[in-house]
């Protein structure tokens, strides 16, 4: 049996061996994830990436449990992290700790990303000295996309102060990493040597301890979301149109169902299709 990871294992890999993570929201995705990755996140980029939302803001707390029930099935050795949804937790720590527990208690997650730093630091130190786990994610942040006006490179005008110290309140509040989302390398690089606990960049750098990407993403489930940070390693979407219209055009030829598909005896006159 090989042990599972934890939220200080992970933690203890600051400036160490790059933390690799990746999202998943399915149980064999999940599999694929926990055979190679560190962390697998049940992002609430599923909104976008699976049920064709807008934006995260629509994801809701029983949608992220139910994806995060299927991720678990999946998970034998990466540590599990469940992201909070838009509206779960950023009215109290009382309300965000009532919707995180219930996040680990139904999915068995070990942990849960929030997103905010200095706003959300009397929320994280809250949590974590509760029991839950926390891992912190600022820069951009998507769920404030309409605070923001777009999904804009952070961190490059006066607003670089702003985004450190966020970083520096997660981590002083107990987080045991940090996301930092779509910030220049500058930034990236003077907060991964600031704070003592890992840095997971996306759009970050590799100057952070850590790196995720959403894995439709990096394995081109979609032809059209293109961003400059994600490296394209495999190209699913176009194989799976070339497959579907392959098989839509066999149905109407009737070249698909063959011989070797069927049950029970095929008439020789019927084989070909002329039936
Ligand atoms: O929702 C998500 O997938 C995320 C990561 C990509 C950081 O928050
Ligand atoms: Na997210």
Redesign the pocket.
Known sequence: DVKILTPPDIAERKGGAPIA?L?AYTTPMARLVDRHCDVV??????GM?LHGLPS?LGVTLDMMIMHGKAVRRGVERALMVV?MPFGSYEESPEQAFRNAARLMAETGCAAV?L?GGETMAGTIRFLTGRGIPVMA?VGLT?QSVNVFGGYKVQGRGGDADRILRDAVAATEAGAFSV?L?KIAEPLARAITGKIAVPT?G?GASAACDGQ???VDDMLGQFSEFRPKFVKRYAELGNEADAAIAAYAEEVRERRFPGPEHVFGDVPKTVRRGTA
């Open positions: 993570c999202t996140l049940v992002g609430d980029s599923v990436v995260t992201d990303k997103e994610h998507p996301v989302e997971i996306i995720i990407l959403v």
